[in-house]
């Protein structure tokens, strides 16, 4: 039982005593967990009397009137009030003075503000909305599967220009949405879930061509054979990623010594970062992979310790630099390409929702992260058990402290090389499920974040990087998250499995006309059945076996009924045929993509696991190893898909802008 006094703690710091879960019921939190979770933000509430010396802490600090730490406001081009404000400084460090207001001139940037009081606060001012999102189409790719007959054994940054430049001007296609490409550890294994990254401020090395090196290229004869017999076969039955990182990370070490082993370190703004980052590598080389295990004056990133090992593994740190430095080459030259090609949007990055707790930004940024805690969902119906993504969440409070530095450089990496951003579980800007040390995912309750603040930060960004944003709000949403995402001129997601009309009692599935306009919209996601399994009913079968479902009958039954819901709409949509004769796959396939070309989604997307009749799904959530996650290339290498008829009709459907309702598809 939640007492009041915990309560009124608990709300002051974010902290949830109750929830409603996807069916709206009131559900209460253990008190239990809310003390374990306050005491992760440093507030002891073990106790009544606890509670009661926090709550005057509380009060005292309300009595001496402080603002809080960081605070944002939209530009209106309108004088806007600020309680105690007496100067402005900006970005420049240039000194403005001011009284009680900001200025109608205000321009979108960072500013310290100085109030009466002395003290001295962060201000986001952001702009009202995020740069627009083109009406246009594009593809949705896992670049570890795009293979071409060169690829070391995985999809790289060159196979992605290629199929940038082929299918932008072949297809007229605008646009082209990345698993995320964050960094992994560098020791093995090698994590494969590009959602449990070791860093989200840093590039996947793995992705990196090792034959477009300028370095590679200078390499004497010699030099370029030994590196060419690395070479991991492009044609491999699953990706393998401790072979392929072998063999790439041996090829990179050549080609550094061979020009001389350069630093990869400089004095630009982000080389505390960089530093950091390959300070982890060359400690996880020595020390392993989980930095908790480390001796424990290396636990402190900013310490004396790491200091001196920074100097003692000065090689090692300058080589992981270096090769952050070739992944940003790489990097820029498929944005280039993407432009040059006339794409209408250009390269969407995904954003992942965290970071491994045993990883580098989880090391560097243990000040602004609760490491002893994961990040993960309720019980619900989809997952009964809950969620654990074994990611530790940011501390809300550490954030406004800090003035939101952490999220701000995050996201100026990630958006370095993009012309968007995918933001995966955007509620996670409102509240994060956090799980306390020790406990499954039903022993936890939702931390709530400064939304106001989180959203201003990721507006000015994506303003200063003219980059569009996808919220992806599948699930439960609140009804605030979909109206802010509308405000701020950013798509959410519809995908045709979930698009259905939530206000009917029977929930029907949605005709083209009737799915959202400002939505980035595709078939399916990296964690739901292609559309071949889906007709196939080969998601049952795949949890099935792996003992994933509690009632194997009832999942075959609902299966059945959905598929018969879609070939009814389908049909009676005019995508295909109104007869009883049996439809073939390759029919349905083409005529989901049909309705998805005709409706009014703003960007529409396209997998290619769905074209090619995969029925394997990328990623079967609730498994680790028991299932080939992120491990499953595409069936065809690159150059086989520029002449597959399927991509090609498919392409059709959406440059012409088809969207004519029947079954010929004329």
Avoid at 235 to 242: G, L
Avoid at 305 to 334: D, G, I, K, M, S
Avoid at 611 to 634: F, H, I, K, M, S
Wanted: overall charge negative.
């Amino acid at each position: 039982m939640v007492s009041d006094d915990l309560r009124r703690l608990a709300a002051a710091h974010g902290v949830a005593t109750a929830y409603r879960n996807e069916r709206r019921e009131l559900v209460q939190v253990d008190a239990d967990v809310v003390t374990r979770v306050l005491r992760l933000l440093d507030v002891e509430a073990g106790s009544e009397t606890d509670c009661r010396h926090e709550l005057a802490r509380l009060d005292e600090r309300d009595r001496a009137g402080l603002s809080p730490p960081t605070v944002a406001v939209r530009v209106t081009g309108r004088p806007q009030p600020l309680s105690g404000a007496v100067a402005l400084i900006d970005e420049d460090g240039v000194r403005s003075v001011v009284r009680n207001e900001l200025p109608a001139d205000l321009a979108p940037g960072w500013y310290d503000v100085a109030l009466r009081t002395g003290q001295q606060v962060t201000l986001v001012a952001a702009p009202a909305q995020v740069p627009q999102a083109p009406a246009t189409w594009g593809w949705m790719l896992q670049l570890y599967a795009l293979r071409s007959a060169r690829s070391w054994g995985i999809g790289d940054l060159s196979d992605l220009r290629d199929w940038v430049t082929w299918t932008a001007a072949e297809h007229g296609a605008g646009a082209v949405l990345l698993n995320p490409l964050h960094a992994p550890g560098p020791t093995h294994p090698v994590q494969p879930s590009p959602y449990t990254p070791s860093s989200r401020r840093f590039a996947n090395p793995l992705a990196l061509c090792i034959g477009d090196l300028d370095g590679y290229r200078r390499a004497d004869p010699a030099t370029r054979a030994e590196i060419d017999a690395l070479r991991v076969a492009a044609d491999t039955a699953r990706i393998d990623y401790d072979l392929v990182w072998s063999a790439k990370r041996a090829a990179l070490e050549l080609i550094w010594r061979a020009a001389g082993r350069p630093s990869g370190l400089d004095e630009g703004p982000d080389s505390g970062a960089l530093r950091d980052w390959a300070t982890y590598c060359a400690l996880a080389e020595r020390h392993g992979a989980r930095w908790t295990t480390w001796p424990a004056p290396l636990h402190d990133a900013a310490g004396s310790a790491v200091a001196a090992a920074r100097t003692e593994l000065a090689p090692r740190v300058a080589f992981h630099a270096w090769v952050q430095q070739r992944c940003a080459e790489q990097l820029r030259t498929v944005q280039q390409a993407a432009h040059d090609a006339g794409m209408a949007v250009g390269v969407l990055h995904d954003l992942a929702v965290g970071v491994d707790g045993e990883g580098a930004d989880a090391w560097a940024l243990a000040d602004v992260l609760a490491v002893e805690a994961s990040v993960g969902a309720p019980p619900d119906t989809f997952s009964p058990r809950g969620q654990d993504w074994s990611l530790p969440p940011w501390r809300p409070d550490r954030l406004a402290d800090t003035g939101y530095k952490a999220v701000r450089d995050m996201l100026r990496a990630v958006l370095a090389h993009a012309d968007g951003v995918r933001i995966d579980h955007v509620a996670g800007l409102w509240r994060l499920w956090w799980i306390p040390p020790g406990e499954g995912p039903d022993r936890g309750t939702y931390v709530y974040y400064d939304a106001d603040v989180m959203l201003a930060v990721l507006a000015l960004e994506a303003h200063r990087a003219h980059a569009v944003v996808i919220g992806e709000d599948l699930g439960t949403v609140e009804p605030e998250v979909t109206r802010a995402l509308a405000d701020n001129e950013m798509l959410g997601c519809a995908v045709s499995w979930f698009t259905r009309d939530e206000a009917a009692p029977s929930q029907p599935l949605l005709p083209p006309p009737a799915w959202p306009s400002r939505a980035a919209a595709s078939i399916s996601t990296h964690d739901l059945p292609t559309a071949a399994g889906f007709f196939r009913g080969e998601h049952v079968r795949a949890r099935a076996k792996l003992g994933l479902l509690d009632d194997v009958a009832a999942a075959q039954g609902a299966a059945e009924q959905e598929r018969a819901e879609w070939l009814a709409l389908l049909r009676s949509e005019g995508f295909l045929e109104q007869d009883d004769r049996a439809v073939e796959e390759p029919q349905i396939i083409d005529a989901l993509h049909r309705f998805l070309a005709a409706t009014p989604s703003r960007l529409k997307l396209v997998s290619p696991y769905d074209v090619l009749a995969e029925p394997r799904q990328p990623n079967l959530p609730g498994t680790v190893d028991e299932y080939p996650n992120w491990r499953l290339p595409l069936r065809e290498p690159l150059e086989q898909l520029r002449t597959d008829p399927r991509i090609a009709r498919t392409a059709a459907m959406f440059s012409a802008g088809e969207g004519r309702n029947d079954a010929s598809g004329k």
